[in-house]
């Protein structure tokens, strides 16, 4: 079967970038955004990462006060996290801002590099974490099964337009609108999965390069967000081609993430 776009993995934003017809290995970013402030999605984590020969960016959600939820493609074969929360900026200095190590990670027993099926991943914090105004961990976890034409979202400091090759320094949001999985496959075709969802590609919004692992989150009224989904994945055409951005679903791995904390707190 042709597909009309392949699958851009959001896998290693690394140092030296190998690309194939196929799949090119960067991460992904917010295009068509607006900044967003940290007082109002103080769950959102920068994460840098290291593996041998490469490092790369990612985001992370922070669920509790030692635990991080991001791709799996972000912990898969790392050696070393740098993680920093209270910050909506990467490189301005911020005396909100915290950089905390890990203590061990945990990558999806089924995750597949290849396709991004079960793409999530958790990274456990060397010690619990004191809540600020700025720091706090994420309202809810998916509550529901996500449904199409939901109004949701993207969160992360991945690049803000295809020439432009850097992160953003700021934070970016943006409001997008879920499709159905059948819509998704019109471009994706059978690599899309159950336990993933897509955002509409409108030009200049959705995810791209240095987004991947970021929160995908619903917001409820006073301002509650609810995470539902990872960033995943996006068309080899480019950030701001019209094709879909991929998600993985947070409500599909609920069962794996309570058993991740559970076999695993002090």
């Known amino acids: 079967m042709l597909f009309s776009a392949f699958f851009l993995l959001f896998f290693l934003s690394p140092i030296e970038n190998d690309a194939s017809d196929t799949f090119r290995n960067i991460n992904s970013r917010i295009i068509g955004g607006y900044p967003a402030h940290i007082s109002q999605f103080p769950f959102v984590a920068a994460i840098n990462v290291e ?9 992370g959600t922070l669920y509790n006060d030692e635990w991080i939820i991001t791709a799996g493609q972000c912990v898969n074969q790392a050696t070393h996290f740098i993680i920093r929360l209270g910050s909506a900026t990467l490189n301005d200095p911020d005396e909100n801002r915290i950089t905390l190590s890990a203590s061990t990670y945990f990558l999806h027993p089924d995750f597949n590099p290849d396709t991004l099926d079960n793409d999530i991943g958790m990274i456990k914090l060397h010690l619990p974490i004191t809540f600020t105004d700025y720091v706090k961990p994420v309202t809810y976890l998916a509550m529901n099964d996500l449904l199409p034409n939901t109004q949701v979202r993207a969160l992360g400091w991945g690049q803000t337009n295809d020439e432009d090759a850097g992160l953003s320094n700021e934070l970016q949001g943006a409001t997008v609108i879920t ?13 899309v999965k159950d336990n993933m969802v897509c955002i509409d590609g409108n030009y ?3 995810a791209c390069h240095g987004d991947t692992g970021g929160p995908l989150v619903l917001m409820h009224p006073r301002g509650y967000a609810e995470f539902v989904g990872i960033s995943s994945f996006i068309s ?15 409500y599909s791995h609920l069962d794996w993430i309570k ?8």
Do not use: H
């Open 51 to 59: 593996a041998p020969g490469m490092t790369w960016f990612c985001g």
């Open 179 to 191: 499709l159905t999985n059948d819509e998704c496959k019109i471009t994706y075709g059978s690599q």
């Open 204 to 206: 200049n919004e959705g």
């Open 236 to 250: 080899a055409n480019g950030c701001e081609s019209p094709d879909p951005s991929g998600y993985t679903r947070v």
């Open 259 to 266: 058993g991740v904390i559970t076999d695993n707190s002090i």
